[in-house]
Nanobody, 122 residues
Framework: QVQLVESGGGLVQAGGSLRLSCAAS????????MGWFRQAPGKEREFVAA????????YYADSVKGRFTISRDNAKKSVYLQMNSLKPEDTAVYYC???????????????WGQGTQVTVSS
């Protein structure tokens, strides 16, 4: 089992950048595929990005491709989301997620963090 805690959210102007972090507990972090999701007010939670256990494979939603970068540091049991060229429509609560399988983490992760708010002003 793994517990996830996100940090790094905040208020930023359009065009700016933020880096989200997700710290995991548990001895088997390096065996989990990790992902980021987001939920905007009045909308369903949606997939943002995912990374395989080794970091060798990544996958992004079309809406963030080229602007966001997911990475991980297994020694630090952490996963990151670098967000550049932020837009007001990126405003949402961002959630870290984990699953044993990469194909699963992009759709129905087994573990979730509590989320961190990102607000992009125009």
């Amino acid at each position: 089992q793994v517990q996830l805690v996100e940090s790094g959210g905040g208020l930023v102007q359009a065009g700016g950048s933020l880096r989200l972090s997700c710290a995991a507990s548990g001895r088997t972090f390096s065996s989990y595929a990790m992902g980021w999701f987001r939920q905007a007010p009045g909308k369903e939670r949606e997939f943002v990005a995912a990374i395989s256990w080794s970091g060798g494979s990544t996958y992004y939603a079309d809406s963030v491709k080229g602007r966001f970068t997911i990475s991980r540091d297994n020694a630090k049991k952490s996963v990151y989301l670098q967000m550049n060229s932020l837009k007001p429509e990126d405003t949402a609560v961002y959630y870290c997620a984990a699953s044993a399988a990469f194909a699963v983490v992009v759709s129905r992760p087994n573990y979730w963090g509590q989320g961190t708010q990102v607000t992009v002003s125009s």
